[in-house]
């Protein structure tokens, strides 16, 4: 049963473009919602996180938008850059669980052509 | 801080070998993790540990050991290796009662 669903597996864009990266997740009772970002060869990184109390957040030229009713969100890259070339996962837990335990999408690579 | 770290960066072993990853954080954190990367499947979650001599199974844990001794290290054995075995390993930490999971750089393993 997977948890988390990421789409797409694959991603190109233009420099400036503005790609769009999805998630759906099942568990209700998640409540923190992670999107990490991993270069070739290093692990990942924390980029931005959502509770469901909001529905958008940004930080920079990322944002993440939540959609609680549809169990959905996504995050956006605003004037894309080919340093942002990198795979994206999203990510969600339960803090009730009192672990954070993540699960994570299967990850999106994404390529921002100059 | 050196964050989390891991060793060795990459290893080659013969199918029925065993190995010890080890994995080590400089942050006082409570929450280790252990989590395996294949092509496709994102990160899945091996073992995990909320403290020194507490270690619960995650999503995939058949064929690996974990103990926490320490609040530092959080080790991943393998006992007998398997070709299924062949995956990045990222090792994760964080503190209790915060959400960001910090991730070392990873161990590559192959193998034959």
């Known amino acids: 049963q997977q948890q988390v669903k990421q789409s797409p597996q694959s991603l190109i864009v233009q420099k400036g473009g503005i790609p769009i990266i999805n998630c759906a997740y099942e568990?209700?009772?998640?409540?923190?919602f992670p999107w990490y970002q991993q270069f070739p060869g290093k692990g990942p990184a924390l980029l931005i996180a959502?509770?469901?109390?909001?529905s958008e957040k940004k930080e920079g030229r990322f944002t993440i938008s939540f959609n609680k009713s549809a169990k959905q969100f996504s995050l956006h890259i605003m004037d894309s850059q080919p340093g942002d070339s990198a795979t994206y996962f999203c990510?969600?837990?339960?803090?009730?669980?009192?672990?954070?335990?993540?699960?994570f999408g299967k990850g999106t690579l994404l390529t921002v052509n100059p | 801080n050196a964050g989390v770290t891991q060793t060795p960066k990459f290893q080659v072993l013969k199918t029925g070998q065993s190995m010890t990853l080890q994995c080590a954080q400089d942050?006082?954190?409570?929450?280790m993790s252990w989590y395996r990367q294949d092509p496709g499947m994102g990160l899945r979650l091996i073992h995990y540990?909320?403290?020194?001599?507490?270690?619960d199974q995650g999503e995939v844990p058949n064929g690996y050991n974990v103990s926490r001794s320490t609040t530092e290290d959080f080790p991943l054995r393998l006992l007998s290796a398997a070709p299924s075995q062949t995956s990045v390993y990222f090792c994760?930490?964080?503190?209790?009662?915060?959400?960001?999971?910090?991730f070392g750089p990873g161990t590559r393993l192959l193998v034959l």
């Open positions: 959502i509770r469901p109390d909001v």
């Open positions: 990510a969600a837990s339960n803090s009730g669980g009192s672990n954070y335990k993540l699960t």
């Open positions: 942050m006082n954190h409570e929450y």
């Open positions: 540990s909320v403290g020194a001599g507490i270690t």
């Open positions: 994760a930490s964080r503190g209790g009662g915060r959400e960001t999971q910090y």
């Open positions: 568990n209700t009772a998640f409540d923190y």
